[in-house]
C-alpha cells in the first residue's frame, strides 16, 4: 500500500478504500487455503502411489481453485483502478508496462547471468 500510496499519490480516502478492497480479497483468497492444502497433500499422495488419473483429476480440481483465486485477485485489482483518477490510471498503466517489461527481459537472459 505504501509503494502505491506513493507512486500514485493516493488521498487518505483513496489509501482507505484500497485498504478495504485489498483486504476483502485477501480474507476471500485466504478462505479457499485449506482447499488448497488439501488438494496438494493429495496431490503428494497421488504422485507416491503413481496413479495417474487421480493425478489428472486432482490437476484439473487445482487448475480451478487456482482460477478461483486469480479472479478473486484481478476483481481486486479492478475496483482498485475504478477508483483511481485519470491521472492515476495513467501512471498505474505506465509503472504496469515498466515492470512486465523488465519481467519479460529476465525470463528472456540465459542461466547464469
Given at each position: 500500500?505504501?509503494?502505491?500510496?506513493?507512486?500514485?499519490n493516493?488521498?487518505?480516502?483513496?489509501?482507505?478504500?484500497?485498504?478495504?478492497?485489498?483486504?476483502?480479497?485477501?480474507?476471500?483468497?485466504?478462505?479457499?487455503?485449506?482447499?488448497?492444502?488439501?488438494?496438494?497433500?493429495?496431490?503428494?499422495?497421488?504422485?507416491?502411489?503413481?496413479?495417474?488419473?487421480?493425478?489428472?483429476?486432482?490437476?484439473?480440481?487445482?487448475?480451478?481453485?487456482?482460477?478461483?483465486?486469480r479472479?478473486?485477485?484481478?476483481?481486486?485489482?479492478?475496483?482498485?483502478?475504478?477508483?483511481?483518477?485519470?491521472?492515476q490510471?495513467?501512471?498505474?498503466?505506465?509503472?504496469?508496462?515498466?515492470?512486465?517489461?523488465?519481467?519479460?527481459?529476465?525470463?528472456?537472459?540465459?542461466?547464469?547471468?
Amino acid at each position: 500500500m505504501q509503494r502505491l500510496t506513493a507512486q500514485l499519490n493516493l488521498t487518505p480516502d483513496q489509501q482507505a478504500h484500497a485498504k478495504a478492497i485489498f483486504k476483502s480479497s485477501r480474507q476471500q483468497a485466504h478462505a479457499l487455503m485449506p482447499q488448497l492444502k488439501q488438494e496438494h497433500q493429495a496431490m503428494a499422495n497421488a504422485v507416491k502411489s503413481d496413479n495417474e488419473a487421480q493425478i489428472d483429476q486432482i490437476t484439473q480440481q487445482n487448475s480451478q481453485l487456482n482460477g478461483q483465486i486469480r479472479a478473486i485477485h484481478a476483481k481486486a485489482r479492478a475496483q482498485f483502478y475504478a477508483m483511481l483518477t485519470p491521472a492515476q490510471k495513467a501512471t498505474y498503466d505506465e509503472n504496469l508496462k515498466s515492470r512486465v517489461s523488465h519481467m519479460r527481459k529476465r525470463t528472456q537472459q540465459p542461466a547464469g547471468e
